[in-house]
């Protein structure tokens, strides 16, 4: 992508974020109309559509979604100051962009909004992890292609990165940097990440082993539980550039994905003119374990981002009040 399990761990959620911002006087101290872009992704449309609720009713706003993807918005923001949030932006894609939009005063950065960060790689079922302890590194998994089976019984498949995917790349470089093919591996061509969700579901369904690339948040992993192998080196951003992202690299070196951090970034206007507002949008963040959850439930039930919105507020107070203030807080819960 350009972007856990089940049993979640209350104190790690309650720990995410810093203390809660300061409240402002009331819903009468209104910060006006507020843009908030609507990302086509799962995560980022139900992360929208919950600051709009939260600022709605905690904090008199007239808070309104509007279509987006993350290099118009991130464009129109630092030209325009339209929209006045960005809930969930990829930062790696263009930091250095960012970095000097924040230095000039055009925008500015909020919350680290996935606490743990996106997180790619290679990923294994947990209860195959939990099977086999020893499997904690993409290595371990590779020395055991006898694990690792697709639907027709053969031995020693990958699950590749979707076709036309930019990650295509990076595991076609590192499944080669780790000796893959000479380790008794294929890695398997997919067309989807319908074809890749399919592959999970089958191999869970008939507990055998799978190992591919996958992502997290996602639904999938909601409803999945699995664990993502570590590397066998640190990330190396010098040979990241030099060879994993690139096409046909004919010498990648063993690497590690880069690490992703995911932010919200505030319009000027919205960052100075509204603090109250402001301070709440620098402090709400979540975990990837929490949006695994909201996910698989929005998916399970064909709901919206509005519908998973509310899901998510009603189910996990404990999460969404150490975001503010207690009589923003008391607003929202009201308005619930």
Same mark, same amino acid.
């Given at each position: 992508?350009?972007?856990?399990?089940?049993?979640?761990?209350?104190? /790690?959620?309650?720990?995410?974020?810093?203390?809660?911002?300061?409240?402002?006087?009331?819903? /009468?101290?209104?910060?006006?109309?507020?843009?908030?872009?609507?990302?086509?992704?799962?995560?980022?449309?139900?992360?929208?559509?919950?600051?709009?609720?939260?600022?709605?009713?905690?904090?008199?706003?007239?808070?309104?979604?509007?279509? =987006?993807?993350? &290099?118009?918005?991130?464009?129109? &923001?630092?030209?325009?100051?339209?929209?006045?949030?960005?809930?969930?932006?990829?930062?790696?894609?263009?930091? $250095?962009?960012?970095?000097?939009?924040?230095?000039?005063?055009?925008?500015?950065?909020?919350?680290?909004?996935?606490?743990?960060?996106?997180?790619?790689?290679?990923?294994?079922?947990?209860?195959?992890?939990?099977?086999?302890?020893?499997?904690?590194? *993409?290595?371990?998994?590779?020395?055991?292609?006898?694990?690792?089976?697709?639907?027709?019984?053969?031995?020693?498949?990958?699950?590749?990165?979707?076709?036309?995917?930019?990650?295509?790349? &990076?595991?076609?470089?590192?499944?080669?940097?780790?000796? =893959?093919?000479?380790?008794?591996?294929?890695? %398997?061509?997919?067309?989807?990440?319908?074809?890749?969700?399919?592959?999970?579901?089958?191999?869970?369904?008939?507990?055998?082993?799978?190992?591919?690339?996958?992502?997290?948040?996602?639904?999938?992993?909601?409803?999945?539980?699995? %664990? %993502?192998?570590?590397?066998?080196?640190?990330?190396?951003?010098?040979?990241?550039?030099?060879? +994993?992202?690139?096409?046909?690299?004919? #010498?990648? %070196?063993?690497?590690?994905? +880069?690490?992703?951090?995911?932010? /919200?970034?505030?319009?000027?206007? *919205?960052?100075?003119?509204?603090?109250?507002?402001?301070?709440?949008?620098?402090?709400?963040?979540?975990?990837?374990?929490?949006?695994?959850?909201?996910?698989?439930?929005? $998916?399970?039930?064909?709901? #919206?981002? #509005?519908?998973?919105?509310?899901?998510?507020?009603?189910?996990?107070?404990?999460?969404?009040?150490?975001?503010?203030?207690?009589?923003?807080?008391?607003?929202?819960?009201?308005?619930?």
């Amino acid at each position: 992508m350009f972007r856990a399990g089940p049993i979640l761990f209350l104190a /790690t959620m309650l720990a995410v974020g810093a203390a809660p911002p300061v409240d402002a006087a009331g819903p /009468t101290n209104t910060c006006g109309t507020v843009r908030i872009a609507s990302m086509n992704w799962g995560s980022a449309e139900v992360m929208a559509a919950i600051d709009r609720f939260i600022l709605e009713h905690g904090f008199g706003c007239d808070a309104v979604l509007v279509p =987006g993807d993350t &290099m118009p918005t991130f464009e129109s &923001m630092t030209a325009s100051g339209e929209p006045d949030v960005a809930p969930e932006i990829f930062v790696n894609q263009f930091r $250095d962009e960012l970095d000097a939009a924040v230095r000039l005063g055009r925008i500015d950065y909020g919350a680290k909004v996935l606490a743990d960060g996106s997180q790619e790689g290679f990923w294994i079922p947990q209860y195959l992890a939990d099977a086999h302890p020893e499997i904690r590194r *993409l290595s371990d998994a590779l020395a055991r292609p006898d694990l690792f089976q697709d639907d027709q019984g053969a031995q020693g498949v990958m699950q590749g990165c979707p076709a036309g995917w930019g990650c295509q790349i &990076m595991v076609e470089n590192l499944f080669r940097a780790a000796g =893959g093919e000479r380790k008794g591996f294929r890695l %398997k061509e997919i067309a989807s990440s319908v074809e890749l969700d399919a592959s999970i579901e089958a191999a869970f369904t008939a507990r055998r082993g799978w190992i591919g690339y996958y992502w997290s948040p996602t639904g999938i992993l909601g409803r999945y539980p699995m %664990k %993502k192998l570590a590397f066998d080196v640190p990330f190396d951003r010098a040979e990241w550039l030099r060879c +994993t992202t690139q096409p046909e690299c004919p #010498d990648p %070196k063993p690497n590690a994905w +880069t690490p992703a951090e995911v932010r /919200t970034l505030v319009s000027a206007r *919205l960052e100075h003119g509204a603090p109250a507002p402001a301070s709440y949008l620098a402090h709400r963040s979540w975990t990837n374990a929490v949006v695994n959850q909201v996910l698989r439930w929005k $998916d399970e039930n064909g709901a #919206d981002g #509005d519908a998973a919105a509310l899901h998510f507020l009603r189910r996990y107070p404990s999460v969404w009040r150490a975001w503010l203030p207690a009589g923003a807080a008391t607003r929202v819960e009201a308005a619930l």
